[in-house]
């Protein structure tokens, strides 16, 4: 398994959540971390800040300003509103549409010319609601859905290219991170039942599972990593 010591990566969402727990983990294996948040006092020691909105679309161009050479880049940064297509608002999900779509693909766009010419890999954050529709997720479920899209078609273009960029997804279900209650926000009672009927993942399980992408042998490409609580039905 190739070491990560000394290597440097690109981390966003890095304050909070799965980008958090990750950002440790890399940090206690030698890795020069960049964390990309809105908070920069929220970010674990030794984590060089970046501060952007990627709402923004020239706040997510200028994190690439000046960068200097990254190994990899991991798109941890996410919104999650329940806000159905039926009577949402839209102002929900243009700004998850902005953050978990725009703002990955224009990262993974971004990030190319700072690899080394060995390559090394990106690693997107999708969900299981990226896999299947859940009844009540209304307009995260689609963003998640694009999340996959782009990072297969990124992996083809990659190929067709002939850069020797690796491209992963990592798929989870219920993740207990602040996203829950910004997700259930008016729905309280859900997710109390829904932590009552289950132990839901850990960030730190999480961020194991993105670990173990960006330490495979150079020859081994895992495309998506589908991971639930037991405890979980679908
Ligand atoms: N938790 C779950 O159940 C679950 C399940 C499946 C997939 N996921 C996915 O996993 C990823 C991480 O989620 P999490 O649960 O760790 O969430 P979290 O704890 O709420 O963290 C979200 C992160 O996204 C960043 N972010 C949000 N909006 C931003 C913006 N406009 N500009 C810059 N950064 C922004 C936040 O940074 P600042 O606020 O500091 O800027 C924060 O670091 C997301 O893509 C999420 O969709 C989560």
């Given at each position: ?81 329940l ?97 829950l209650d910004q997700y259930f926000r008016g729905r309280e009672d859900a997710l109390s039942q829904t932590r009552a ?38």
């Amino acid at each position: 398994m190739p070491s990560l010591q000394g290597k440097t990566l690109l981390v966003t969402g890095a304050s909070s959540g799965i980008g958090r727990a990750l950002c440790e983990l890399l940090v206690e294996r030698g890795v020069k971390v960049l964390g990309v948040t809105r908070h920069p006092a929220a970010l674990s020691e030794e984590v060089l800040p970046i501060e952007a909105d990627l709402t923004r679309r020239e706040e997510v161009s200028a994190i690439f300003q000046g960068l200097g050479k990254i190994d990899g880049l991991v798109n941890c940064a996410g919104v999650a509103y329940l806000s159905r297509i039926l009577d949402g608002t839209p102002a929900d999900w243009e700004e998850m549409w902005r953050v978990n779509v725009m703002a990955l693909a224009l990262c993974c766009q971004l990030s190319l010319k700072h690899f080394p010419a060995g390559g090394g890999r990106i690693v997107n954050l999708c969900s299981m609601s990226g896999h299947r529709v859940p009844p009540s997720g209304g307009f995260y479920a689609p963003t998640k859905f694009a999340v996959r899209a782009i990072t297969e078609a990124l992996r083809s273009e990659l190929k067709a290219a002939g850069l020797p960029i690796q491209v992963a997804c990592v798929s989870p279900g219920y993740v207990d991170t602040p996203l829950l209650d910004q997700y259930f926000r008016g729905r309280e009672d859900a997710l109390s039942q829904t932590r009552a009927a289950m132990k839901m993942l850990d960030p730190e399980d999480v961020a194991w599972a993105i670990l173990g992408i960006l330490e495979a042998p150079a020859h081994v490409e895992i495309a998506d990593i589908l991971m639930r609580s037991s405890g979980q039905m679908m």
